[in-house]
């Protein structure tokens, strides 16, 4: 008999919204400000998945150029700019608002957990999606580590009333399927995000899927 999964809990960036673009202007203009030359969008897929601190060390390595003063800076920089607006370029995968109505429909609970930082988050979720439709929105806040540490996942199962046995974890790189793997749940690797599949193939994911209703297709079937 398949198993029932009454909860889904969403990576952000690469899996529910395309922030590529976003991401990719604020970094060069933290970049710009503080003269360097921008970095090319497909090398930041590698550099974003590990919270904004990580992603400035990146790039400033990017140049052989790291610094605590300097990152202590930028990285400041580039948080207070991207809270600026950090809808500019933002938008939604195709598919993922039916995945995530059809979820709800369904009695679902769906969730999201992410590195970036809480304020936005929030700013995504609320402009993209109506109010409530998430049972809960946890970014980075300084209530728990960063992820791949599955404390949050471990965390939103417990606000949420379910157990391990009953929970997806859905991401689109190695970061997001170590944390799942390490909370004990089913994990699903996105193949429209920013890695490759082979990355999330080597890191555990138990599915791959091309398309957010593939994962409506995995649950009906038998």
């Known amino acids: 008999?398949?198993?029932?999964?009454?909860?889904?809990?969403?990576?952000?960036?690469?899996?529910?919204?395309?922030?590529?673009?976003?991401?990719?202007?604020?970094?060069?203009?933290?970049?710009?400000?503080f003269g360097f030359d921008p970095i090319d969008k497909e090398r930041y897929k590698y550099l974003v998945g590990n919270g904004y601190k990580v992603l400035v060390k990146g790039m400033l390595d990017e140049y052989n150029a790291y610094e605590e003063k300097l990152f202590n800076e930028m990285a400041e920089y580039y948080h207070d700019d991207y809270e600026t607006d950090s809808l500019?370029?933002?938008?939604?995968?195709?598919?993922?608002?039916?995945?995530?109505?059809t979820l709800k429909q369904r009695g679902i609970?769906?969730?999201?957990?992410?590195?970036?930082?809480?304020?936005?988050?929030?700013?995504?979720i609320d402009a993209f999606f109506p109010e409530n439709t998430f049972d809960v929105c946890q970014g980075q806040n300084g209530t728990f580590p960063l992820k791949p540490a599955p404390d949050g996942v471990i965390k939103i199962m417990e606000e949420m009333g379910v157990t391990k046995e009953e929970t997806i974890y859905v991401g689109d790189t190695s970061?997001?399927?170590?944390t799942g793997k390490s909370a004990g749940v089913f994990t699903i690797g996105c193949e429209w995000g920013f890695r490759t599949k082979d990355?999330?193939?080597?890191?555990?994911a138990d599915l791959i899927v091309k398309h957010p209703l593939d994962i409506i297709k995995f649950l009906d079937e038998d």
């Open 1 to 33: 008999m398949k198993k029932q999964y009454k909860a889904m809990i969403f990576d952000l960036d690469g899996t529910l919204a395309d922030t590529i673009d976003t991401i990719t202007y604020y970094c060069n203009r933290a970049l710009d400000k």
């Open 88 to 101: 500019y370029l933002t938008k939604l995968f195709d598919g993922m608002e039916e995945l995530i109505s």
């Open 109 to 124: 609970k769906v969730a999201v957990f992410s590195n970036k930082p809480h304020g936005a988050v929030k700013d995504v």
């Open 175 to 178: 970061t997001d399927m170590i």
């Open 199 to 204: 990355e999330l193939i080597e890191t555990g």
